[in-house]
């Protein structure tokens, strides 16, 4: 099983940030994929989910308007385009299939912190 999450960092608010989730095929393929946040000392939650095919996406209304979830079925990659980050998408973002559990295995997810 593999997930692995990169392209956070430290950016100041109204910035943007990409990131991308490398899944292993099992994972991925067929599945609709997700992009989780988990701010700190809150529990994850989900901001964006597409379809397996690529062509049906949806967003949290906290993500709604800034961010963009794609998909590439050839490199089994999700990744996240966030635009105009607040201070309140701070924290470590996941990738996982929107079927996801809370114990299942998850990755180390990417940090995101939004400041000045």
């Known amino acids: 099983v593999q997930l692995q999450a990169f392209g956070g960092g430290l950016v100041q608010p109204g910035g943007s940030l990409r990131l991308s989730c490398a899944a292993s095929?099992?994972?991925?393929?067929?599945?609709?994929m997700g992009w989780y946040h988990q701010a700190p000392g809150k529990q994850r939650e989900l901001v964006a989910s597409?379809?397996?095919?690529?062509?049906?996406?949806s967003y949290a209304s906290s993500a709604k308007g800034r961010f963009t979830i794609s998909r590439d079925n050839a490199k089994n990659t999700v990744s996240l385009q966030m635009n105009s980050l607040k201070p309140d998408d701070t924290g470590v973002y996941y990738c996982?299939?929107?079927?996801?559990?809370?114990?299942?295995?998850w990755g180390q997810g990417t940090q995101v912190t939004v400041s000045s």
């Open positions: 597409i379809t397996p095919g690529g062509r049906g996406t």
């Open positions: 095929g099992n994972l991925f393929s067929g599945n609709g």
């Open positions: 996982n299939t929107v079927q996801a559990r809370s114990y299942d295995y």
